[in-house]
């Protein structure tokens, strides 16, 4: 319990900096704005770009790890989906709902939590995770969230024109640009590399902190009913999706899982959405949304968490 809040503690100390200053006037909800577009623009692209440049492809070939979890997110984005649509929920919202329920925090709070239980792995199911969000999953989301901007037309117009837009998004164009350096296997220069992670290391802080400052003023009783089952489809539903998955993959005539691997899917789906949640959900006009349910899922992950890893001891 004492590991999980030594992960977790800092996350709350850099959301509650955020708030406090933004709430004492230094600055304000406009200056988080222009925050969060300097995190989705540069901090989070170098963080991308540095995550899958930086590893060997032979790292990341499990297609038993992979197909497990992608099959889980799949079936909990169509959930999602379907839930959102019955509930009468804007087409935007409902794919902001869908990328919180979807999408991990692999990164800052899934790969320090399989370093303490799942070591050996760690490493290999976090590049894993990060291809499958990285390149499948988050691409997916973020073309649905362009659809659903409303654009009329014959659907090859609407997909040209959501392309056009995703040909032109800094994350695209940062995890192209890292498999391409991958699959070559170039080495950048020393100054190169330096200067990619000045920005990477920037992208984790300033996010929370960013999410901290959208929180002041809003109202989250409101709220309740629409991001309740955003945290339930994150740390419930997503962690069990992928369970499921995997424990199917002998049916489809794969070989089972590892343990330790199927323990590191596990773990990975039952984390909080990630971090830069609320920034991608800003771009979409529904940072409200995005920051509120990363406050209480995070805040909720504590105890669903502590489960989860009690389970899978």
């Given at each position: 319990?004492?590991e ?15 708030y406090?200053t ?13 925050f ?9 692209p170098a ?14 070939l ?9 099959a ?22 409902n794919?902001?709902a869908?990328?919180?329920m ?6 800052f ?9 799942v070591a ?5 199911a976090?590049?894993l995770?990060?291809l499958v969000?990285?390149?499948l999953?988050?691409?997916?989301l973020?073309a649905?969230a362009e659809?659903?901007r409303g654009?009329t ?23 192209a640009?890292?498999?391409?350096v991958?699959?070559?296997?170039w ?15 920037s992208?984790?802080?300033l ?5 901290g400052?959208?929180l002041?003023g809003?109202p ?11 945290a339930f ?8 999706a ?18 330790q691997l199927r323990?590191a ?33 995070t805040?909720?992950?504590f ?6 890893i009690?389970?899978?001891?």
């Amino acid at each position: 319990m004492i590991e999980i809040l030594a992960i977790t503690g800092p996350i709350y100390m850099a959301i509650a900096l955020g708030y406090a200053t933004t709430r004492g006037g230094l600055f304000t909800r406009a200056d988080m704005r222009v925050f969060g577009q300097f995190v989705i623009k540069l901090a989070l692209p170098a963080m991308l770009f540095n995550a899958l440049s930086q590893r060997q492809i032979s790292e990341i070939l499990n297609p038993a790890y992979a197909l497990a979890y992608l099959a889980g997110t799949l079936v909990v984005l169509g959930l999602s989906l379907a839930w959102g649509k019955r509930s009468g929920l804007s087409a935007t919202d409902n794919v902001v709902a869908a990328m919180g329920m979807t999408c991990s925090n692999s990164s800052f709070v899934g790969y320090p939590i399989l370093l303490l239980m799942v070591a050996p792995v760690a490493a290999v199911a976090l590049a894993l995770n990060m291809l499958v969000e990285n390149v499948l999953v988050i691409p997916l989301l973020l073309a649905l969230a362009e659809r659903s901007r409303g654009e009329t037309g014959h659907w090859t117009v609407v997909v040209g024109q959501s392309l056009k837009r995703l040909a032109t998004n800094p994350i695209i164009l940062a995890m192209a640009a890292g498999l391409f350096v991958s699959v070559m296997r170039w080495q950048l220069p020393e100054p190169v590399l330096r200067a990619v992670n000045l920005f990477a290391l920037s992208s984790a802080g300033l996010s929370l902190f960013v999410i901290g400052g959208t929180l002041v003023g809003l109202p989250l009783r409101g709220m309740a009913r629409q991001i309740m089952p955003i945290a339930f489809g994150k740390l419930v539903l997503h962690p069990l999706a992928v369970l499921v998955a995997a424990l199917a993959l002998p049916w489809l005539g794969m070989a089972a899982l590892e343990p330790q691997l199927r323990v590191a899917a596990v773990l990975m789906a039952a984390v909080p959405m990630m971090s830069i949640y609320p920034i991608l959900a800003q771009s979409y006009g529904r940072e409200d949304l995005g920051a509120a349910a990363l406050l209480l899922t995070t805040v909720a992950s504590f105890f669903s968490l502590s489960g989860v890893i009690w389970l899978t001891s």
